[in-house]
C-alpha cells in the first residue's frame, strides 16, 4: 500500500539525530511493548509480512506523529482482534471475557530457542529463477493497496540484477493470504541518477531486494 | 515520527499515573496475561535478551576476526550466516545475513525504508534514528548528506552503495580497518568498532596506538 510507511526520498523530515550512549529501551512501556509482540506471536496466529501490514495501515497522519512502538502496539491491537486471539470488546475494557483459550502462553524456558530458530523466510523448494546475474530488469509499476516490499521510489525504474539469493517466501503475498508463493529473492542494483535524476551522483548506487513477481526483463 | 523525550520517562514511570501509551501498553498486558496469551516471565526473558545479551559487541567480534584472520574473512563474504554462526550468533532477523566489505573506494550504508529491518543477533535491536523518517527517508536520495551531517565526508572518487532491506536479507558493513591497528589483538580490534560503523554510516579512527 501506498501509505506513510514508505519513506524513502521524501523530504522535510528534518536532520537524522543521533543520541549518544542510547538505551535499548527508552521507557518501560516500550519494553513491554516490544516483548508482547514476540510473545503473542509466538503462537504462530500470523506471520512477519501481517505484522507489517498491520503496522502499515495506521492512517498516515497517526503514524507520522507517533513513536516506533506506538506503530508495535498499533499492529499488534489489530492482529490480535483479526485473528480472534481477543476481541474488540475486551481491548476497549481491558477484561477477558472468556478466559479459556486454546493456546498456551509461551514459558519463559522456551523463549531462547524460539529467538535462535535458523530459518524463516528462506525455502528449500525447487522453483527456477527468472532472472541470471547481470541481467537488466525493471521493476513493475504496482499500486496495491495490500502489502508490497517494492517500494514507490523503484517502481518502473531500470535495474541490474546483481545476486541471486535463492528462494524466499514471497512476502506480497505472504502478508495477504498467507501465501508462500516460492520465488527467487535478488539484489537489484539501481544507478542513483536512474532513481532520483542527473543531480545524484554519477557513482552511487541503490541496492533494493526484490522478488520475480517485481520484475521484468528491461 | 515525533522524536522521544528521553528526560520524560525512565522505568519508574510505573511510580507515576500513567499515560498514553503506556497506559495502554499496561492494559494490554493485563489483558494478555489474563487470557493466558503471555506469560509476564517469558517478556522479562525476551528484554533481558535484547537488554543484556544480544548487541552490537557480538558484531564487533565478528569484524574484529575478519580483520585479524584472512582465512575467516573470505568464509564471511562467501557465506556470511554460517561463518557468523561459528559464534553462535543466529536466529531471528538474522537467519539470512550479507556482509558488505568497505574498502578505499568503497562506502556501503545499510537502511531499511519501509520499516526497521536490522541484523538482530550481530546488532541487537536498532537504535531511535535508525528506524526514524529522516533516515528512512533520505539514506537512499541523499546518503552523502546523511553521512556527512553524522561525521563522514565522502570524497568525490569514491563509491557509495546503498543498500535498503526489502526483503529478509540482514546486511552488516565490514568496515576498513583502522591504520594505527596492526599487531593489535582480536579483543583489542573489537573493542574499537562501533555499532554505527557496522550500519555503515561511520568510519573508525584510532588516534595513538593502544598499549
Same mark, same amino acid.
Given at each position: 500500500?501506498? +501509505?506513510?510507511?514508505?519513506?524513502?526520498?521524501?523530504?522535510?523530515?528534518?536532520?537524522?539525530?543521533?543520541?549518544?550512549?542510547?538505551?535499548?529501551?527508552?521507557?518501560?512501556?516500550?519494553?513491554?511493548?516490544?516483548?508482547?509482540?514476540?510473545?503473542?506471536?509466538?503462537?504462530?496466529?500470523?506471520?512477519?509480512?501481517?505484522?507489517?501490514?498491520?503496522?502499515?495501515?495506521?492512517?498516515?497522519?497517526?503514524?507520522?506523529?507517533?513513536?516506533?512502538?506506538?506503530?508495535?502496539?498499533?499492529?499488534?491491537?489489530?492482529?490480535?482482534?483479526?485473528?480472534?486471539?481477543?476481541?474488540?470488546?475486551?481491548?476497549?475494557?481491558?477484561?477477558?471475557?472468556?478466559?479459556?483459550?486454546?493456546?498456551?502462553?509461551?514459558?519463559?524456558?522456551?523463549?531462547?530457542?524460539?529467538?535462535?530458530?535458523?530459518?524463516?523466510?528462506?525455502?528449500?523448494?525447487?522453483?527456477?529463477?527468472?532472472?541470471?546475474?547481470?541481467?537488466?530488469?525493471?521493476?513493475?509499476?504496482?499500486?496495491?493497496?495490500?502489502?508490497?516490499?517494492?517500494?514507490?521510489?523503484?517502481?518502473?525504474?531500470?535495474?541490474?540484477?546483481?545476486?541471486?539469493?535463492?528462494v524466499f517466501i514471497f512476502a506480497d503475498t505472504h502478508a495477504m493470504s498467507r501465501d508462500k508463493k516460492p520465488q527467487h529473492c535478488y539484489s537489484v542494483r539501481f544507478t542513483a541518477r536512474e532513481l532520483w535524476?542527473?543531480?545524484?551522483?554519477?557513482?552511487?548506487?541503490?541496492?533494493?531486494?526484490?522478488?520475480?513477481?517485481?520484475?521484468?526483463?528491461? | 515520527?515525533?522524536?522521544?523525550?528521553?528526560?520524560?520517562?525512565?522505568?519508574?514511570?510505573?511510580?507515576?499515573?500513567?499515560?498514553?501509551?503506556?497506559?495502554?501498553?499496561?492494559?494490554?498486558?493485563?489483558?494478555?496475561?489474563?487470557?493466558?496469551?503471555?506469560?509476564?516471565?517469558?517478556?522479562?526473558?525476551?528484554?533481558?535478551?535484547?537488554?543484556?545479551?544480544?548487541?552490537?559487541?557480538?558484531?564487533?567480534?565478528?569484524?574484529?576476526?575478519?580483520?585479524?584472520?584472512?582465512?575467516?574473512?573470505?568464509?564471511?563474504?562467501?557465506?556470511?550466516?554460517?561463518?557468523?554462526?561459528?559464534?553462535?550468533?543466529?536466529?531471528?532477523?538474522?537467519?539470512?545475513?550479507?556482509?558488505?566489505?568497505?574498502?578505499?573506494?568503497l562506502r556501503n550504508v545499510v537502511v531499511c525504508t519501509l520499516c526497521s529491518c536490522y541484523p538482530w543477533p550481530v546488532l541487537g535491536l536498532p537504535p531511535v534514528w535508525y528506524k526514524s523518517a529522516p533516515y528512512?527517508?533520505?539514506?537512499?536520495?541523499?546518503?552523502?548528506?546523511?553521512?556527512?551531517?553524522?561525521?563522514t565526508e565522502v570524497p568525490d572518487d569514491v563509491e557509495v552503495r546503498v543498500w535498503d532491506s526489502t526483503a529478509e536479507l540482514r546486511y552488516l558493513v565490514l568496515p576498513a580497518r583502522p591504520a594505527g591497528t596492526? +599487531?593489535?589483538?582480536?579483543?583489542?580490534?573489537?573493542?574499537?568498532?562501533?555499532?554505527?560503523?557496522?550500519?555503515?554510516?561511520?568510519?573508525?579512527?584510532?588516534?595513538?596506538?593502544?598499549?
Amino acid at each position: 500500500m501506498n +501509505g506513510a510507511h514508505d519513506l524513502g526520498g521524501m523530504h522535510g523530515f528534518g536532520p537524522v539525530e543521533v543520541e549518544e550512549d542510547e538505551p535499548v529501551f527508552h521507557s518501560l512501556w516500550e519494553k513491554r511493548m516490544f516483548a508482547l509482540t514476540l510473545a503473542s506471536g509466538f503462537h504462530g496466529k500470523w506471520n512477519i509480512d501481517m505484522s507489517r501490514y498491520a503496522r502499515e495501515q495506521m492512517p498516515p497522519a497517526e503514524y507520522l506523529a507517533t513513536t516506533y512502538y506506538e506503530h508495535w502496539l498499533f499492529g499488534l491491537q489489530k492482529l490480535l482482534v483479526e485473528q480472534e486471539l481477543v476481541t474488540a470488546k475486551e481491548l476497549q475494557t481491558g477484561h477477558a471475557e472468556a478466559k479459556e483459550s486454546a493456546v498456551r502462553a509461551v514459558p519463559a524456558s522456551e523463549v531462547d530457542a524460539l529467538l535462535r530458530k535458523r530459518r524463516a523466510a528462506r525455502l528449500d523448494e525447487n522453483v527456477p529463477p527468472r532472472f541470471r546475474a547481470g541481467e537488466q530488469v525493471v521493476a513493475r509499476n504496482i499500486n496495491p493497496t495490500g502489502h508490497t516490499r517494492l517500494p514507490r521510489y523503484a517502481r518502473d525504474r531500470r535495474g541490474v540484477i546483481e545476486r541471486d539469493h535463492g528462494v524466499f517466501i514471497f512476502a506480497d503475498t505472504h502478508a495477504m493470504s498467507r501465501d508462500k508463493k516460492p520465488q527467487h529473492c535478488y539484489s537489484v542494483r539501481f544507478t542513483a541518477r536512474e532513481l532520483w535524476g542527473t543531480d545524484a551522483s554519477a557513482r552511487d548506487s541503490v541496492f533494493v531486494d526484490l522478488w520475480d513477481d517485481h520484475l521484468d526483463r528491461a | 515520527m515525533s522524536n522521544h523525550d528521553h528526560a520524560a520517562e525512565d522505568d519508574h514511570e510505573h511510580d507515576r499515573p500513567l499515560s498514553g501509551p503506556a497506559l495502554r501498553v499496561k492494559a494490554l498486558e493485563s489483558l494478555l496475561t489474563e487470557k493466558g496469551l503471555v506469560d509476564p516471565k517469558a517478556l522479562d526473558a525476551l528484554i533481558d535478551t535484547y537488554e543484556t545479551k544480544v548487541g552490537p559487541r557480538n558484531g564487533a567480534r565478528v569484524v574484529a576476526r575478519a580483520w585479524a584472520d584472512p582465512a575467516y574473512k573470505e568464509r564471511l563474504l562467501a557465506d556470511a550466516s554460517a561463518a557468523i554462526a561459528e559464534f553462535g550468533f543466529f536466529g531471528r532477523q538474522g537467519e539470512d545475513m550479507v556482509v558488505l566489505e568497505n574498502t578505499p573506494v568503497l562506502r556501503n550504508v545499510v537502511v531499511c525504508t519501509l520499516c526497521s529491518c536490522y541484523p538482530w543477533p550481530v546488532l541487537g535491536l536498532p537504535p531511535v534514528w535508525y528506524k526514524s523518517a529522516p533516515y528512512r527517508a533520505r539514506a537512499v536520495i541523499d546518503p552523502r548528506g546523511v553521512l556527512k551531517e553524522l561525521g563522514t565526508e565522502v570524497p568525490d572518487d569514491v563509491e557509495v552503495r546503498v543498500w535498503d532491506s526489502t526483503a529478509e536479507l540482514r546486511y552488516l558493513v565490514l568496515p576498513a580497518r583502522p591504520a594505527g591497528t596492526e +599487531g593489535w589483538s582480536e579483543e583489542q580490534l573489537a573493542a574499537i568498532v562501533t555499532r554505527d560503523a557496522m550500519i555503515g554510516v561511520a568510519e573508525l579512527t584510532v588516534s595513538a596506538p593502544e598499549q
